[in-house]
Nanobody
Framework: QVQLVESGGGLVQAGGSLRLSCTASGRTGSTYTIAWFRQAPRKEREFVAA????????YYTDSVKGRFSISRDSAKNTVYLQMNSLKPEDMAVYYC????????????????????WGQGTQVTVSS
């Protein structure tokens, strides 16, 4: 089992920045892909970004490219999502998710490919 805990959400003005953290515990040795998803009210869960546990391969959805950056700190078993130039449309509950395999982009963006999920952290962007 892998447990994921997100933190770092909050209220920020449009144009501001936040850094989300996802800390993994449990059987993390075989955790290979970590992703961030978000879900706004009355919308489906949406892929945001993913990183393989080696930190070499990263994926982003088009709407966040150039503004968000995903990274990992293996010593802390933590994946970060640095969010800059936040927009009101970025407002959502952000979830991290883990998969024990390396996923190509076509699969990494699909929520049903992830067996482990955190509880979510709210990001609110005021205009």
């Amino acid at each position: 089992q892998v447990q994921l805990v997100e933190s770092g959400g909050g209220l920020v003005q449009a144009g501001g920045s936040l850094r989300l953290s996802c800390t993994a515990s449990g059987r993390t040795g075989s955790t290979y892909t970590i992703a961030w998803f978000r879900q706004a009210p009355r919308k489906e869960r949406e892929f945001v970004a993913a990183v393989n546990w080696g930190g070499v391969t990263t994926y982003y959805t088009d709407s966040v490219k150039g503004r968000f950056s995903i990274s990992r700190d293996s010593a802390k078993n933590t994946v970060y999502l640095q969010m800059n130039s936040l927009k009101p449309e970025d407002m959502a509950v952000y979830y991290c998710a883990a998969n024990r395999a390396f996923l190509p982009y076509s699969l990494a963006r699909l929520p049903d490919k992830y067996a482990y999920w955190g509880q979510g952290t709210q990001v609110t962007v005021s205009s």
